[in-house]
């Protein structure tokens, strides 16, 4: 049987000018598949189109968390100054740096003049507004509150941003001085000592094991670095692919990311500060709370918190409190579970998991700047063990001839 691909056809970004119903001069932007197809867009929104020109589209850059972060407080600031929806779409894009975020805030403002909701024209985009982003927006809409559930959701985008911000802080420094390490350590062995070999050659006495051990490293350096390389190489990659789309994968390693003595707690810190912080947004802005967990479920960033979410979930569906929910999962830790028993109780649920948001976000501050600390002086220590062990090696011979003379 035959089958037929359907080639999506590329849209572009047309700026066009015209007179409303009233008489009235405006212009704008909007991105579509042709000429035609925005005279005909126009057209039914009562506009007689006067000039359009298609625009060249500058070289973009990939939309980032932060610019969805950004845009998201731009927006909020805008309409909460009076500023109608639309206008604010306007400004922000257009006054954007990246085309590709005016790009998509255009479309999004075309989908809401076309008479879609704020929240289905998000929707269309899950690559960059999530489930939870749009549970939000829908929210604020249905309850006419859109200005203050965007304040509440670009404050919960800010303080998610900045923990993902300290935990990748803390880890670039280390992996940074492996690769730095890694870099400088084969250029010892690929050139260095080599160059030590050829002299020793002349020596004609015997080497220290230290020295010899060294050189047959050296050469195996020397023969098979392509495969050193591109086997280093080819299992990151392979790694990060897995990592990426293997769910086994990503259980796995979220489940060992928490067990590690030092990075182990900073990242079930972290955790737990998301997935409060997510939950009290959500909770605080009228959205139930089972419809609530499904969303907390995806936001928690660790994939034990999330099978975690999703049983919690089950348990409050059928009747269970959400205290003796979470208990019974095992990975939330008692002060957590009482700040949650003492909300559930008062009726302040949403209040007492921003209180412990506020709490673990601190508590991952100071293991960020603990780590730090304690990574300098470890990282110095290997380094110059290693480094300073393969000169010392490599000089054990020339110190043997001075002891000779």
Known sequence: MATVKKVAEKEYSFVWEGRNKEGKQMRGEMRAKGEALVNTTLRRQGIIVSKIQKQKLARSKKITEKDITIFTRQLATMMKSGVPLLQSFDIVGKGHSNPAVTRLLMSIKADVETGSSLNQAFRKYPLYFDQLFCNLISAGEQAGILESLL???????????????????????????????????????????????????????????????????????????????????????????????????????????????????????????????????????????????????????????????????IEVSSGTNITTAMQNTGVFPSMVLQMVAIGEESGALDSMLSKVADFYEGEVDDAVDALSSLMEPIIMVVLGTLIGGLVIAMYLPIFKMGQVV
Request: net charge positive; no cysteine; glycine share 6%.
């Open 151 to 313: 304040d509440r959701l670009a404050t919960y985008k800010e303080k998610i941003l900045a923990i993902k911000r300290k935990i990748k802080s803390a880890l670039f420094y280390p992996a940074a001085i492996i690769v730095v390490a890694f870099i400088i350590t084969s250029i010892i062995m690929l050139y260095v000592i080599p160059a030590f070999k050829s002299l020793f050659s002349s020596f004609g006495a015997d080497l220290p094991a230290p020295t010899l051990i060294v050189m047959k490293i050296s050469d195996f350096f020397v023969a098979y670095w392509w495969a050193i390389f591109g086997g280093i190489g080819g299992g990151l990659y392979a790694f990060l692919y897995s990592w990426k789309r293997s769910i086994k994968m990503q259980r796995s390693m979220d489940m060992l990311l928490l067990k590690p003595p030092i990075f182990g707690p900073l990242i079930r810190k972290s955790s737990i500060a998301r997935w409060t912080r997510t939950l009290a947004t959500m909770f605080a802005a009228g959205v139930p709370l089972v419809e609530s967990l499904e969303s907390v479920a995806g936001a928690s960033g660790n994939y034990v918190y999330a099978e975690a979410t999703r049983k919690i979930q």
